[in-house]
């Protein structure tokens, strides 16, 4: 990776910065309808994810957003990954970085297992996570569904704050039920148990 991009915790305030890496990204929508492709859906989606306890950025030498990584919680220990790459980022080892720095915050947050649902036709984002520690646990003919384990770092048993429990029941029994990075549950109206907003 290029030793000029930085690799940093965000929050909502960088929230304008993260809107303006997704407003240039292309293609909208490519990763299973992932960054929304209208504006206001971008923002209500940043919004949600920069509510998670693990959201980390790559920043270039200009400050600039290149590329986003975030955990959102699905239930204790546990949580789904996002992750994305300006397009002129791309290939020069920003996602593998933003993935690590995601992987040691979310462990040192106390998280055991990360996953992650991957299109199955990305060879570049299986690629990744699995170069990462990413094992597939499930794939069926669009989706493919990776997870790993994380250790239990020293950190760990330091830190006073667990992650906040966003449990939706077993994760096996309905994946796009539990999902709250996906987009059918930005814009159906209704968090991701099925409860209207």
Same mark, same amino acid.
């Given at each position: ?31 299973? $309808?992932?960054?929304? !492709?209208?504006?206001?859906? #971008? !923002?209500?989606?940043?919004?949600? =994810?920069?509510?998670?306890? &693990?959201?980390? %950025? %790559? ?9 986003? !990584?975030?955990? %959102? ?8 990954? =996002? &992750?994305? *790459? ?7 080892? *920003?996602?593998?970085?933003? *993935?690590?720095? =995601? ?8 998280? @055991? @297992? *990360? ?7 990305? #060879?570049?984002?299986? #690629?990744?996570?699995?170069? !990462? ?6 794939? &069926? ?15 760990? @048993? ?13 994760? @096996? ?6 999902? #709250? ?7 159906? $109206? ?8």
């Amino acid at each position: 990776m290029n030793s000029d991009i930085q690799i940093r915790g965000i929050g909502p305030p960088q929230r304008d910065l993260l809107i303006a890496m997704y407003d240039r990204f292309d293609p909208l929508g490519a990763a299973l $309808g992932l960054p929304p !492709c209208t504006a206001e859906g #971008r !923002c209500e989606w940043i919004g949600s =994810a920069l509510r998670q306890k &693990v959201n980390v %950025a %790559a920043f270039s030498p200009a400050g600039e957003v290149v590329g986003h !990584c975030f955990l %959102a919680a699905d239930k204790p220990a546990s949580a789904e990954m =996002a &992750v994305f *790459v300006h397009q002129e980022s791309r290939r020069i080892g *920003v996602g593998t970085a933003l *993935v690590k720095a =995601a992987l040691d915050w979310g462990g040192a947050a106390g998280l @055991r @297992r *990360v996953w992650s649902m991957t299109s199955s036709d990305n #060879r570049v984002a299986l #690629r990744l996570q699995k170069n !990462c520690g990413f094992r597939v646990t499930n794939s &069926v003919s669009l989706e493919t569904e990776l997870e790993i384990d994380l250790p239990v770092p020293s950190a760990a @048993r330091e830190m006073p704050q667990p992650l906040r429990d966003l449990s939706f029941g077993g994760h @096996r029994e309905n994946v796009a039920r539990l999902c #709250r990075i996906h987009p059918w549950n930005f814009f159906s $109206g209704q968090d991701g148990v099925g409860n209207q907003r």
